[in-house]
């Protein structure tokens, strides 16, 4: 499972949405993240953890689909 948290972003410094496995303490893209940061807002997203995000469910959805004889995950 993965969960949204905000925090700097590494090469601006603008605080983004960071994607965070449930038990990590640092985000895909390896930005430390504070699960503290309750009440702060932004519509900024990290494009290197979306793009590891967007990886690891097209990952997923691949191995659902193999041995299914219509191609479809679950």
Known sequence: MYEM???PDDSSG???????????????CGQPVDRGTDGVQ???HCL????????????????SAQGRPDGLTA
């Open 42 to 44: 932004t519509d900024r």
């Open 48 to 63: 290197s953890c979306m793009r590891s995000f967007q990886d690891l469910m097209s990952a997923k959805a691949s191995s």
């Open 5 to 7: 948290h905000i925090a």
């Open 14 to 28: 603008l605080l983004v949405w960071h994607v965070i496995a449930k038990e990590a303490g640092s985000s895909l």
